[in-house]
């Protein structure tokens, strides 16, 4: 009798474990599909967008003279090479999905991701 409980048990965890799997594989592939856009801004403006299937690093001139490079490398965002004093808008990494962001605070950049529908800047206003 206990044995069965056990069976039972094991694979209702298992089929558990399948649900999820597929749920956060279709999340997955329905999110990075959204995730079309990299959009920078500085102080509040926005300055440039990226799309994500394109390999590409530009380099955005922040507040106060400051630098950051912005590469986009096969649907991902980072920066690197910045010379804000405290670096967090490199040790954020790399984002991809939509609603993310790497923000440097001393330089006013952000970059956000956006979706298909974001607001397409096609000509740089700088
Ligand atoms: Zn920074």
């Known amino acids: 009798m206990e044995n069965k409980k056990i069976k039972r048990d094991a694979v209702l965890v298992l089929l558990c474990i399948i649900i999820s799997a597929a749920v956060y594989f279709i999340i997955n ?6 995730g079309a856009y990299a959009v920078v801004k500085v102080d509040g403006e ?8 394109k390999n590409t690093s530009v380099i955005v001139h922040g507040y106060q003279g400051g630098s950051n490079i912005i590469v986009v490398d096969n649907g991902q965002v980072y920066m690197t090479d910045a010379d804000c004093p405290d670096k967090l808008c490199e040790r954020t990494g790399r984002i991809s999905r939509t609603g993310e962001s ?5 330089h006013r950049v952000v ?6 529908t974001a607001e397409r800047i096609d000509s740089v206003v700088q």
């Not at 970059?111 to 298909?116: A, D, T």
Request: hydrophobic share 45%; with cysteine; proline share 4%.
């Open 46 to 53: 926005i300055i440039r967008s990226l799309e994500l299937n």
């Open 102 to 106: 790497i923000v440097c605070l001393p």
């Open 111 to 116: 970059v956000e991701i956006q979706g298909n």
């Open 29 to 34: 592939i329905y999110v990075k599909k959204d």
